[in-house]
């Protein structure tokens, strides 16, 4: 039996943080500006999910991601932040949750960009940087940590089944439930925990065998296997769906998205100076979003 005192300190904490990511999430800033077309170009040119989506899915999409920008501090460490980044970073926050449209993610504050990968003492030259991405803890608590090229090579590779970006954002997920343990509370139904874990066990198995074609770095443990299961699902649902049914259907559950019927597709747009521009303005490409 735990003394009086030492009770109410305990629940004095838990009151803190609860109350805390309620006013981080009553705080967040709403777009009050309409999403710039040739912000809505880099996503056509750079993400299939946005454009598997029909016109009010679009809107959707580009409010979240546009809010998400707003309220979630986006900074280079020897290297320029452009727009493009941040539409990037907003889209790997956005796809995950796409389904739960009052979302929040009350436990990120400042997304920091490297120009390449790192190391554990986030040194971006010397030995052992092999580190893509990371969800910082401690004194970097609500920081994630991404390298500039993977961020980039997550959307611009279509088949590799890896987004490293939406990988740190599924452990974000993850963790909301107090630890990054694969187990995703928040979004999983009570009735599923047991079989997830189950097939998460089976599958890892799979791995360890070397007779499965998910990422051998979903192997490491099950926080891991959940992201890298999740990257896949993501970016090859209708592969992920033929070879893993069973693992397709209970990340259907968890994401409440059906990708296996979404057309993911990259739409090259090649537009000339003097072309009339693709917003429909009227005007010639030059003289508007250019």
Same mark, same amino acid.
């Given at each position: 039996?735990?003394?009086?005192?030492?009770?109410?300190?305990?629940?004095?904490?838990?009151?803190? #943080?609860?109350?805390?990511?309620?006013?981080?999430?009553?705080?967040?800033?709403?777009?009050?500006?309409?999403?710039?077309? !040739?912000?809505?170009?880099?996503?056509?040119?750079?993400?299939?999910?946005?454009?598997?989506?029909?016109?009010?899915? !679009?809107?959707?999409?580009?409010?979240? =991601?546009?809010?998400?920008?707003?309220?979630?501090?986006?900074?280079?460490?020897?290297? @320029?932040?452009?727009?493009?980044?941040?539409?990037?970073?907003?889209?790997?926050?956005?796809?995950? =949750?796409?389904?739960?449209?009052?979302?929040?993610?009350?436990?990120?504050?400042?997304?920091?960009?490297?120009?390449?990968?790192?190391? /554990? #003492?986030?040194?971006?030259?010397? #030995?052992?940087?092999?580190?893509?991405?990371?969800?910082?803890?401690?004194?970097?608590?609500? !920081?994630? =940590?991404?390298?500039?090229?993977?961020?980039?090579?997550?959307?611009?590779?279509?088949?590799? %089944?890896?987004?490293?970006?939406?990988?740190?954002? =599924?452990?974000?997920?993850? %963790?909301?439930?107090?630890?990054?343990?694969?187990?995703?509370?928040?979004?999983?139904?009570?009735?599923?925990?047991?079989?997830?874990?189950?097939?998460?066990?089976?599958?890892?198995?799979?791995?360890?065998? &070397?007779?499965?074609?998910?990422?051998?770095?979903?192997?490491?443990?099950?926080?891991?296997?959940?992201?890298?299961?999740? &990257?896949?699902?993501?970016? /090859?649902?209708?592969?992920?769906?033929?070879?893993?049914?069973?693992?397709?259907?209970?990340?259907? %559950?968890?994401?409440?998205?059906?990708?296996?019927?979404?057309?993911?597709?990259? /739409?090259?747009?090649?537009?000339?100076?003097?072309?009339?521009?693709?917003?429909? @303005?009227?005007?010639?490409?030059?003289?508007?979003?250019?």
């Amino acid at each position: 039996m735990l003394p009086f005192f030492l009770l109410l300190f305990l629940i004095s904490i838990v009151l803190f #943080n609860v109350y805390s990511k309620k006013e981080t999430i009553s705080k967040w800033k709403e777009p009050n500006v309409s999403f710039l077309e !040739k912000w809505r170009l880099i996503l056509v040119e750079k993400v299939a999910f946005y454009n598997a989506l029909n016109k009010e899915e !679009k809107e959707l999409f580009e409010y979240k =991601i546009h809010e998400f920008i707003l309220n979630c501090k986006i900074t280079g460490v020897n290297t @320029s932040i452009d727009i493009t980044d941040k539409l990037l970073i907003g889209s790997s926050a956005v796809i995950p =949750i796409f389904n739960f449209p009052r979302w929040k993610y009350p436990n990120i504050s400042e997304v920091i960009l490297y120009p390449k990968m790192f190391n /554990r #003492n986030f040194e971006i030259t010397g #030995n052992d940087r092999r580190i893509l991405g990371m969800v910082g803890n401690g004194y970097l608590e609500g !920081k994630m =940590i991404l390298s500039k090229p993977a961020l980039h090579l997550g959307f611009a590779n279509e088949s590799d %089944k890896k987004n490293t970006a939406i990988h740190e954002f =599924i452990h974000l997920i993850d %963790k909301l439930d107090g630890k990054i343990d694969g187990i995703p509370k928040v979004l999983l139904e009570k009735q599923y925990i047991i079989p997830w874990l189950d097939l998460m066990n089976k599958k890892m198995e799979e791995i360890y065998s &070397e007779n499965s074609d998910i990422n051998p770095y979903g192997g490491t443990n099950n926080a891991e296997f959940f992201s890298v299961a999740s &990257e896949y699902f993501f970016e /090859r649902p209708k592969l992920l769906a033929k070879k893993h049914p069973d693992l397709y259907k209970l990340l259907e %559950k968890i994401f409440k998205q059906d990708m296996d019927d979404k057309n993911l597709h990259i /739409r090259r747009v090649d537009i000339s100076r003097n072309d009339p521009c693709p917003c429909n @303005s009227g005007l010639k490409y030059k003289k508007c979003c250019i």
